[in-house]
């Protein structure tokens, strides 16, 4: 534990990222994912284009109504507005938890064909130590299990499961609260049932370690993926995908967990909304669930600015669909929807 850091600081922080009405904006894309989406935009990828489009994610004016937290990159953390605001900054005066992404990617798995290993512990500790100096207060690390012929291997969910404890081990041992994310993907022909297996192993391998690796699970939020059907699979309607997901995490999250804010995965932005808002009509639940949504949030937004870089119409869509978001994580669904 950081000096001056209780458990009791990570526990509160770990609370007001999923308090009541709101949730977390995943901005950390890395620059290869950033720089792909800019490009099909017909939008040049320069740092500059980056930085600027950040800025106007994170100087949007009353953002902080339903974002409690934004999860940043490297190269992110490290910029600042045109006038010279370090983003941590802007966002710490806007009372948003500046959070970032810690991990270095999913790489290839030795001996596990088609399956990746999350990496970024060597140096975490020292990397983590710099980031709470720069004013992070969570972090994130992203382990992705792939659906397919024989996948996920046991080996695979073992492994990324190990990275995830001890990334969420060393995260509070230096003072930032963790954000546990197992990505099943939705990639695949599989049907809802398949990814309910899947995402069942995939959470009981990730508490165990948690539990071995002595996480405070109380200063931690659970970001997981939807039970879905594969996106070339049978469809399913949202009271199925809620009535699904529900079911999973009550059979595998302890209550303890501080809430539990999902991943989006590539579901359009009206049924990331709409399936969150089924699942919490499904309550009284013993955490919290809330977003914490990348492309379900941003892909309108960016649309938007490349098509005339108008600023204030990028983020009035913005401010939209996280006042949607966070509607739904009480429970109440958009008008339209
Ligand atoms: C924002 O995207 C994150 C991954 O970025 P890279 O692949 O570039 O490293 C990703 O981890 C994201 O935070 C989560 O998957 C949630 O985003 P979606 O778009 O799935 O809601």
Known sequence: MMEGMTDIDLRATAAAMVR????????DEST?????????????????????????????????EHVSGVILFDET????????????DLLTAQGILPGIKVD?????????????????LDGLRERITEYVGMGAKFAKWRAVINIGDGLPSRGAIVANA????????????????????????????HDIDRCREVTDDALVEVFAQLRLAKVDL??????????????????AD????AAATVDCLKQNVPAAVAGIAFLSGGQGPAAATEHLATMVGLGPLPWPLTFSY?????????????????LAAARAILLERAAANGDASQGKLPAAA
Not at 77 to 88: E, K, L, N, V, W
Not at 172 to 183: A, C, D, N, Y
Request: aromatic share 2%.
């Open 32 to 64: 290869g994912t950033c720089n792909g989406r800019l490009e099909k935009l017909g939008v040049d990828p320069t740092e500059e284009s980056r930085r600027a489009y950040r800025e106007l994610l994170l100087g949007a004016d009353g953002l902080a």
């Open 162 to 189: 190990h990275a995830l404890a001890r990334y969420a081990a060393l995260c509070q041992e230096g003072g930032l609260v963790p954000i546990v994310e197992p990505e099943v993907l939705m990639e695949g022909d």
């Open 238 to 241: 949202a009271a199925t995908v």
């Open 218 to 235: 109380a200063a931690i939020v659970l970001k997981p993926s939807m039970v879905l059907p594969g996106k070339a699979g049978p469809s």
């Open 77 to 88: 953390i490290r910029q600042a507005t045109a006038d010279g605001t370090s983003f941590p």
């Open 20 to 27: 009541p009405g709101t949730g977390i904006l995943a901005a």
């Open 294 to 310: 990348g492309r379900a949030i941003q892909d309108d937004v960016l649309a938007s600015w490349a098509a005339d870089h108008d």
């Open 104 to 120: 270095t990617g999913a790489k290839p798995l030795a001996g596990a064909s088609g399956e990746t290993v999350t990496e970024g």
